[in-house]
């Protein structure tokens, strides 16, 4: 009995669907031991590599047809996501208008991250891996930039943060890329030394596109953002003036008003500079597939004080809140030679999908068979199109903790499959 009233007491302070709750409550040695055990790649319950092996030797890589091969850009923007679908907060200006023209001309969707306010790397290492159980990538780890390198692409990307930041100097080389940019080998220079932001990080982005195309091989590059990266001062504005962005309506302090100016504004600027990015791509002759998507919801204020102030449903028990929370948008976009290559519009509402499964939807878009193992989880993109970490799952559209029997046996043998690949690198080139 005493148990029970300790267990309903601690429910009614903390979500067991929030890892930032569990960790603040339980102290400092639940967060050191949880990051230790999570550092040891463990295999899935009920775990056979022979099976997995099996289950995986039943596809083959399928080669892109040459006369299909076009070029394949991927942006994460940091902390970027719409606020306009919540209705909150009531914005002064079309803070979205670049966003919103990309989403009439492409395929956009709902992208439910395993992450909130922090953890970028969760949502990168999903999409370019197709795992939802991520690993160490201390060694060559099979990735779908390995897969572009093995069908001739040339595979690289930029990030203008420091390259020790989650390790992205050496697990990026691990997962495919043969050249990547970060402050201490480029922007640095552009910048007297420190991080770059979306004024230098988009122009550069498409330079090193115009480099990248200008020879015979196609070209694959998948870019992170820095614009964006919380905290928000809550006492200095940098973007415009009070009232720019969000209108007042006496809800918020003045903290939480400079905040969210401060945020909106940043949205608004990253809006301008990625309009001109498609504006060159659109008129490009080099036919191009943009993909775009944030990695994780904001920081707003401690506590999440500000989303507070909205009244936004973070009741992570009933989807609308566990959505809320964990999702952000994505937008799948090709200009007209791409379309014109592919044979497809490009156009329309998308499925709701976690990172793991975006790049399968990228290629089923450009008519690409792949890889054998996003072959291999292609049909649980059509069933169960979330796994997340918390344990709980989007199966046919619902949220739930309980899967058919027909569905837990899918995703048993998905996180086999996930861990065997993950475990038994590929790809062998002579020219790394």
């Known amino acids: 009995m005493i148990y029970d009233v300790h267990t309903a007491y601690y429910e009614r302070l903390v979500n067991r669907w929030s890892s930032t709750q569990q960790y603040l409550a339980r102290g400092f040695l639940y967060p050191f031991f949880h990051s230790v055990t ?206 720019d962005y969000v209108v007042n309506d006496g809800r918020y302090t003045a903290e939480e008003q400079c905040i969210l100016e401060n945020y909106f504004g940043s949205i608004a600027n990253t809006g301008k500079h990625l309009k001109a990015l498609t504006d060159a791509l659109r008129a490009d002759a080099e036919p191009v597939v943009l993909v775009l998507f944030g990695d994780h919801n904001p920081w707003m204020g401690d506590g999440n004080s500000v989303y507070k102030a909205m009244g936004l449903d973070f009741d992570l028990d009933s989807q609308d809140g566990f959505l809320n929370y964990y999702s952000t948008r994505y937008i799948i976009w090709a200009n007209d030679a791409a379309k014109a290559v592919l044979g497809n519009g490009f156009q329309g509402e998308g499925p709701t999908l976690g990172p793991s499964f975006l790049m399968n939807e990228v290629f089923r878009l450009c008519g690409w068979e792949g890889p054998a193992y996003l072959q291999a989880i292609d049909p649980v993109l059509d069933r169960v199109s979330v796994v997340h970490a918390s344990g709980r799952y989007l199966e046919d559209g619902v949220l739930t903790t309980e899967l058919t029997p027909e569905n837990a046996e899918l995703i048993r043998r998905y996180r086999a499959m996930d861990y065997f690949w993950h475990h038994h690198f590929a790809y062998d080139f002579e020219n790394r």
């Open 38 to 243: 999570a550092a040891v790649d463990t295999p899935p319950a009920g775990y056979r590599a022979q099976e997995a092996a099996e289950l995986l030797g039943r596809y083959a890589d399928a080669d892109i047809p040459e006369d299909k091969k076009v070029n394949v850009m991927g942006i994460m923007l940091e902390a970027y996501n719409d606020f306009t679908r919540f209705g909150v907060p009531e914005l002064s200006s079309d803070v979205y208008a670049a966003w919103h023209a990309l989403e009439a001309e492409g395929v956009s969707g709902t992208l439910v991250t395993n992450i909130f306010a922090g953890g970028t790397v969760d949502t990168e290492r999903c999409f370019l891996t197709g795992s939802s159980a991520l690993g160490s990538f201390r060694s060559d780890t099979n990735s779908y930039p390995w897969y572009f390198r093995s069908q001739g692409y040339t595979v690289e990307g930029m990030h203008p943060c420091y390259n020790w930041f989650y390790n992205r100097k050496n697990i990026n080389e691990n997962l495919g890329f043969a050249r990547y940019a970060y402050v201490e080998n480029h922007f640095g220079e552009l910048t007297g030394g420190g991080l770059a932001m979306d004024d230098v990080f988009f122009p550069e982005l498409l330079e090193a596109y115009r480099a990248g195309t200008a020879g015979e091989r196609p070209y694959f590059s998948f870019s992170v953002t820095y614009q964006g990266h919380g905290p928000y001062d809550s006492g200095q504005l940098y973007w415009g003036e009070p009232g």
